[in-house]
């Protein structure tokens, strides 16, 4: 996209992903401010982040990434984004950066399998379905059933509730 990106990462540590945005940005910034005799940050803000369940859940946020460019009106078809992984997934472009997860694994036997049956996924996700994960990501919330939801919370000694941005109102 022009003005951010989308990653699903998994990562190793409790800090990895943290850690690896914040060398990201530095090390980015430095290359593309030398590179174009610029100064300055390039990003707007803080990154989001949002726990995905590793389910169905997990495809269905790889389907959002990959609509995407279609949404934005950059692209017809999520096939014609070269920073997609759609043609690895739907159509077997090898993309060595690229690691399948377990649950894409699982749509089926053999390559052609999955490849059918994720271009089946992709052309039925729901529209309410895009905007949930698109709230919930906006929001830094979690991504996944209700049963998964309660699991963290417990884990975290906390409720998980997504709230609007800024101070709540004062009631009178």
């Not at 894409?104 to 999955?114: A, F, M, N, P, S």
């Amino acid at each position: 996209m022009k003005n951010h990106v989308h990653l699903i990462v998994v990562p190793s540590t409790e800090n990895s992903l943290g850690n690896m945005m914040q060398s990201l940005g530095r090390k980015y910034v430095q290359y593309v401010n030398w590179t174009y005799k610029r100064t300055g940050t390039l990003w707007e803000g803080r990154f989001k982040s949002s726990l995905i369940s590793n389910d169905e859940y997990l495809t269905t946020c790889a389907i959002y990434i990959e609509l995407n460019p279609v949404r934005a009106k950059i692209t017809e078809k999520a096939s014609d984004y070269q920073w997609s992984s759609y043609r690895a997934k739907a159509e077997g472009v090898e993309d060595l950066i690229i690691e399948m997860d377990p649950v894409y694994k699982d749509l089926g036997k053999t390559d052609k399998e999955r490849q059918m049956k994720y271009r089946e996924l992709i052309s039925g996700v729901s529209p309410n379905m895009i905007e949930l994960i698109r709230q919930t990501t906006q929001k830094g919330g979690i991504i996944g059933d209700e049963q998964f939801v309660e699991k963290i919370s417990r884990m975290m000694g906390r409720e998980i509730i997504l709230r609007k941005r800024g101070r709540p109102k004062k009631s009178l």
